[in-house]
């Protein structure tokens, strides 16, 4: 049997800019525990078991409509699995 | 004519936008068979019962697809203009940085241009929907990375040498058969095969290791349009990861007959894309002025860290194992690239980048970080180096040395558990002998010898005179379009004059 998805950790590198600081902000704000590390250009964020990016989040500190298609523009990499991307909601986890 | 008063349509969902671009758009044929249509997907031996189970997570449509590629390459473009107007290359860590983006730019900008080219055959070949639309993005991408990265080194091509000629070293010259050999292995195995291979064990498992990294430290080392690319790029680079994951899902779920087929390739694939990126390793640890991290540090993080305990834990539903030669990867961690960087210093002389020796400060990291190994290279091989330049030579190797039948990397790794015994496998193969430089590239071998007996390993080739003729290596320079100032010892070089010009310094002061 594997680990629970739970335990094992799941993340996203984002570029470090100022375009993506709300992003970064609603990615904290919606997930507990949220690791946080900086590289050169590069804001690594790691979870254990679900990561999720809420449209509704971005958008209140983004001040502007906000599509999760655009979450495209600040990714680099991540690890995990897109269990979902939908008009409303991203979420990051393993499935087994 | 009347106006109805019905309330105009509500916008679609993402879901239903992706799914009436895929799903409704597809039909069955009725006047021809699905395999005189689609003729490739069959030979390999793995069963699809359902393609319309394939499906893209990202769910992406023609009009997201072209707006957002617009907007990223709009930035690119403007960060480029500003860096070549502003003349950014002065404002480097140090010319001997640029060594590594030539490395770069002759190994990889024609690879993605191959990727473009067998993804769009993977666009019309697939038999699902899902399948060949986001085969049809990544190959759009393909072809937009190997632009973005010509556009953006030709910048650098005006002041620095070893640019010049990209193009024609990246088919020619000796180090750079290494990637040649990789893509083109990839590119004549089937449609399943080049998934798992391109898809799933480069984009996947190990591309992170060659861009984030190194692009963080193009970063660090006032590289910015090569950052720049580099995390464009890398945003394609999710959906490709994403295309991968869901191959390998996909293949394992369609039928359990197809798990071994899988295993295999991703063993073979594994161990291809871990030797090519080998380069990688000794680019981040010993050319880059500044380092973000150690290789050792980027292979815990990006590959142990991620995959083994994160991805592997997931694949073991499916009855999918952690790569075969996994071990002996994660063994090599703390020596790859000692061994890489010294194999690249010895034969310089013979490329179109410069090495030198690590300088105080640097040394005074590898120590760090390699606390262990560093100190045994230093001295078996730079001590030796460097009172070679005390007494006003410089050692190169005047011989061609053997190269791995499979990877193409000139032998010199190590048996595992001991950095000073040179490793090295042979099989006989219709009676003619093949070596090899791990029991990973002999295993690759030994499944399928007749691909691999035809490998074009430069250094036979070179004997054979069929780069240059007979005339030694000034022929084979000629061959390989090589310039008097593009490669060799890196102090003293046109690169490093030109440097101290700029900043106002004269070789003595630096």
Not at chain 2, 269 to 280: E, P, Q, T
Request: glycine share 6%; net charge negative.
């Amino acid at each position: 049997m594997s680990a629970p998805t739970a335990s094992r950790p799941v993340g996203v590198d984002l570029q470090e800019n100022e375009e993506n600081r709300a992003l970064v902000e609603a990615i904290e704000a919606d997930n507990d525990d949220l690791t946080i590390r900086h590289m050169p250009g590069i804001i690594r964020l790691t979870k254990n078991g679900r990561l999720v990016i809420n449209q509704a989040s971005v958008e209140q500190r983004l001040g502007r409509p906000w599509e999760t298609h655009e979450f495209q523009m600040a990714i680099i990499t991540y690890f995990g699995e897109f269990v979902e991307w939908d008009d409303d909601q991203i979420v990051i986890a393993w499935q087994h | 004519m009347t106006v109805s008063p019905e309330k105009p349509a509500r916008k679609l969902s993402m879901k239903q936008r992706y799914s009436a671009l895929t799903h409704d758009l597809d039909w069955a044929p009725t006047y021809v068979q699905e395999e005189e249509i689609f003729p490739f997907t069959t030979f390999e031996g793995i069963k699809v019962h359902d393609w319309s189970k394939w499906e893209d997570p990202f769910r992406l449509t023609v009009e997201a697809y072209n707006k957002y590629q617009a907007e990223k390459d709009r930035r690119l473009y403007a960060v480029l203009d500003g860096f070549a107007q502003s003349q950014g290359q002065v404002g480097l860590t140090d010319a001997r940085y640029m060594n590594a983006m030539k490395i770069f730019l002759q190994g990889i900008p024609v690879h993605e241009y191959n990727a473009h080219r067998n993804f769009s055959y993977l666009a019309r070949y697939a038999n699902g929907p899902g399948a060949r639309f986001a085969a049809l993005c990544q190959s759009m991408d393909e072809l937009r990375h190997a632009q973005t990265e010509i556009h953006t080194l030709s910048h650098y091509n005006k002041y620095f040498d070893g640019m010049h000629h990209w193009h024609h070293w990246t088919d020619r010259v000796w180090y750079l058969s290494v990637p040649k050999s990789f893509f083109e292995d990839a590119m004549t195995a089937g449609p399943f095969e080049w998934l798992i291979a391109i898809g799933f064990s480069f984009e996947y498992l190990l591309t992170n290791l060659l861009f984030v990294p190194f692009m963080s430290g193009a970063s660090f080392n006032g590289d910015l349009p090569t950052m720049t690319f580099g995390f464009s790029a890398q945003s394609d680079e999710s959906r490709h990861m994403t295309l991968g994951l869901e191959a390998i899902k996909f293949m394992c779920e369609q039928d359990e007959d197809n798990v071994p087929i899988v295993q295999d390739w991703l063993d073979k694939w594994f161990w291809r894309g871990y030797r090519l990126i080998a380069l990688v390793a000794g680019m981040m640890d010993y050319m880059h002025p500044k380092r973000v991290m150690s290789w050792k540090e980027a292979f815990e993080l990006y590959f142990e860290e991620q995959m083994l305990n994160g991805l592997f834990k997931d694949l073991e539903y499916y009855g999918i194992k952690p790569p075969r030669h996994v071990q002996w990867a994660i063994d090599e961690k703390e020596i790859l690239s000692h061994q890489v960087y010294w194999v690249l210093y010895q034969f310089s002389h013979a490329a179109a980048f410069s090495t030198t020796i690590p300088n105080a400060e640097d040394q005074a990291w590898l120590e760090a970080n390699y606390p262990e190994t560093w100190p045994v290279f230093k001295e078996v091989a730079w001590d030796k180096a460097q009172r070679v330049m005390d007494a006003g030579g410089r050692y190169f190797n005047p011989g061609l040395p053997q190269l791995c039948t499979v990877c193409q990397i000139p032998m010199g790794f190590t048996e595992p558990g001991n950095p000073l015994v040179q490793c090295q496998r042979q099989s006989v193969y219709e009676g003619e002998r093949y070596d090899f430089c791990s029991d990973g590239c002999q295993w690759i071998f030994d499944r399928e010898p007749t691909k691999y007996r035809q490998a074009w390993l430069p250094v036979h080739q070179i004997f054979q005179g069929n780069c240059g003729g007979p005339g030694g290596l000034p022929a084979v320079a000629e061959w390989y379009k090589l310039g008097p100032n593009d490669g060799a010892e890196y102090l003293g070089s046109n690169d490093q004059k030109n440097w101290l010009a700029w900043h106002g310094q004269t070789p003595k002061e630096a």
